[in-house]
């Protein structure tokens, strides 16, 4: 349909044309000096108005038959998000009064609260292992009484939360949580185990095609973490699964440098946040990545996300406006001919004459 546009051209040179052949065969009138400052200059520019509305209308109507489309920012119809929350020891360092974790709590049932109506959560924790603390919900205080009943464990398994939070996003992709952290066979620790939902001799679903990154826009995943992985899978391979799906992972880096926990129980833990991995995540689903070095930033970065996920982009056609410009611009030029010239008269003529 855009090559109509190429008739554009065609349709000037026909109009110049007709202006060309009406001014040959116009009548000469005697006494032209005294008829012609009554006609004054405004005619000569007000004739052509019409017909460049008109070619104006042509060409908006040939670009709406071609169906443009045009990324438009609207309200979100339906958003899915699950939050993975880091859970680990390194939480109870009071860098972040009055510690990281009763930080992170108030802040997300903040976040929880600000959030629209049509946005449904689902919460995962993960320490030195992740698990569904609250399934996919809109009920808002189901969603703070999880945040509540956090348990503080060992170990951080950033791959691990990152790999349940988009099994519970996507629960009908075929996202094999179990062989993604422990293996195809379930191998670990020396010893052979195997799951007992897996027969035998199961055979193992080959993963779909690769989608475009970002291209999932029903749902996200909201990654929290304070510490470097201890344990469990590669987050950057978690990450790779979350981008061929589609899925994109939002990751907050929360905590300072100077975060400190003693020792317990002969464990260290880490307290320095990885963020070099969070970016990477981020990077490689097509997400975002944001740093929190205290409650306020943490509120800030929440606040933010949610007015993100109240509106999304989307990829929408457009050719209504072009017909209705297209509409708009005929009607104007029909009005304007009869206003301008609702009869024929002499002064056109003698104009052109």
Known sequence: MLWGLAAIPLLVILYLWILNRRRRVAVVYPSLSIIRPALGRSLKWRRHIPPF????AIASALVGAARP???VVLPADYLTLVMAMDVSRSMLAQDVPPSRIEAA???AKEFLKDLPANVRVGIVSFAGSAQLVQNVTDQREDLISAIDRFQLQRGTATGS???VALATLLPDAGIDVEAAIYGSDFVGGGYGARSLERKPNAKVE???PPVPVGSYTAGAIL??????????PDP???AKIA???????YTVAFGTPDGFIPGMEGWSYYTKVDEETLQAVAKITAGEFFKASNANDLKVIYQHLSSRFALEKRDTEISALFSMASIVLIVLAGFLSMLWFRRPDLRTNLDQA
């Not at 990654?223 to 469990?232: A, Q």
């Not at 981008?243 to 992972?249: C, S």
């Open 243 to 249: 981008a061929d799906r589609g899925v994109r992972v």
């Open 161 to 163: 939360g990152l790999l």
């Open 53 to 56: 509305l008109l070619l104006c």
């Open 223 to 232: 990654l929290l973490s304070d510490g470097r992985r201890t344990t469990g």
């Open 105 to 107: 709590q108030a802040a």
């Open 206 to 208: 080959k993963p779909p």
């Open 236 to 238: 950057m391979a978690a």
């Open 69 to 71: 489309s045009a990324q």
